[in-house]
């Protein structure tokens, strides 16, 4: 991995960021793209996601590509202090209710993090976003008396700033942070290369609380129609899926399978890539341990698939230890992610609804066998 694409996603995946509060990464994103408004221009559409439009003055793309990551983690919203030491904050995310006795937890207010730890929690009832009680509210007591946390901060779970160790990527939150810190980097060497292409860039929010950003995108035709989608995910390792194995071309989450015809075409990609560099590697797997933002995009009328990194600790919860711990994905991984993403907007989009090589393997068995197969027809 290039020394500046580390850097940019240490840099990113330190700030703070919970539904509803991803200011902190929307400035980023903006003072990102500023420093290359030559070729990067992003605007923000009425529900506050991002949209960046790459296009080189000579690129004629038919079909551009746009990725899509969301900017939000699950964290804490600041409510109200209830006297000088105790302070309620609503959760908003999907983390059970046993991680939350007695955790550590951080407070951002103006650019500096204040600390406590939750002494009690209300639980609601199951809704829309899980078939199980989750927790509604929290109380707070902050390590020190006096200090006024104002409604709408951010909280988190207390862990360090982002940091690289053994060859994996640590941090309060890695999702959906990772994937969107990969698409800078993507944007940086088309920026970097002058590649003669046309893509988008979609950094959405609210995602941890069913996908509303992304819903809201759609409904305001944020991503242009003639676009095809690219989820950007990070999604909990499952059986058969190995961090550090490459990421993954995601073909369906737990609601639905992905365009195939799209999906298909992001592994001829990857397939072209991995001929091209014998250290590239990527995964092909249904990832059903949850529902992502592809789900919303296919149902919303866009053609959209994703590719997502094998994740550590999903949403915090180190089950192993049974306790919270930070998220993590392999740094290898998210270098070849960005290897993906570069070749696969600088490539025209050749959908097809059939699999040719897969045609071909099968017209060679039937000259190998048909005339065995009918010569012992019953």
């Not at 071909?360 to 039937?366: I, S, V």
Request: include cysteine.
């Amino acid at each position: 991995m290039r020394p500046h694409d580390k850097n940019l996603i240490l840099d990113l995946l330190s700030l703070p960021a919970s539904p509803f509060a991803e200011g902190q990464i929307a400035a980023f994103v903006h003072n990102f793209c500023a420093t290359r408004a030559r070729w990067l221009k992003v605007a923000a559409d009425p529900a506050g996601n991002l949209l960046v439009r790459y296009r080189h003055p000579k690129a004629n793309v038919k079909q551009p590509i746009c990725l899509c990551a969301h900017m939000d983690h699950p964290g804490f919203r600041a409510e109200r202090m209830l006297n000088e030491r105790t302070l309620k904050a609503r959760w908003l995310g999907t983390v059970l209710p046993e991680y939350f006795d007695r955790a550590p937890v951080r407070f951002w207010v103006e650019g500096r993090w204040f600390f406590g730890r939750i002494s009690a929690i209300q639980m609601k009832n199951a809704g829309l976003e899980k078939p199980f009680p989750l927790v509604d509210t929290v109380e707070i007591t902050m390590k020190r008396g006096g200090v006024k946390i104002p409604a709408g901060s951010i909280g988190m779970w207390d862990f360090p700033d982002a940091r690289i160790c053994d060859g994996k990527l640590f941090a309060r939150g890695c999702d959906d942070a990772a994937g969107a810190a990969a698409m800078l980097c993507c944007m940086d060497e088309l920026c970097r290369k002058n590649i003669k292409t046309e893509a988008y860039f979609l950094f959405t929010r609210a995602e941890e609380v069913g996908f509303v950003g992304a819903i809201a995108a759609c409904r305001h035709g944020t991503i242009p129609k003639r676009c095809v989608v690219v989820a950007v995910e990070n999604s909990s390792v499952i059986p058969g899926v190995e961090l550090g194995a490459g990421p993954i071309l995601r073909v369906g989450d737990k609601l639905s399978i992905f365009d195939p015809r799209l999906t298909r075409w992001c592994g001829q990609i990857a397939e072209r890539l991995r001929n091209e560099d014998k250290t590239f590697r990527f995964q092909r797997k249904l990832m059903d341990g949850g529902t992502c933002e592809a789900t919303v995009y296919n149902e919303l009328g866009y053609t959209a698939t994703c590719i997502c990194l094998a994740l550590g600790n999903y949403h915090n919860m180190d089950k192993t230890r049974r306790k919270l711990g930070p998220e993590f994905v392999s740094v290898n991984d998210v270098d070849h992610l960005i290897k993906w993403f570069t070749l696969l907007v600088s490539t025209p989009v050749r959908m097809t609804d059939s699999d040719e090589p897969l045609r071909r393997r099968f017209k060679q068995l039937e000259s190998r066998y048909n005339r065995l197969l009918y010569k012992t027809a019953m």
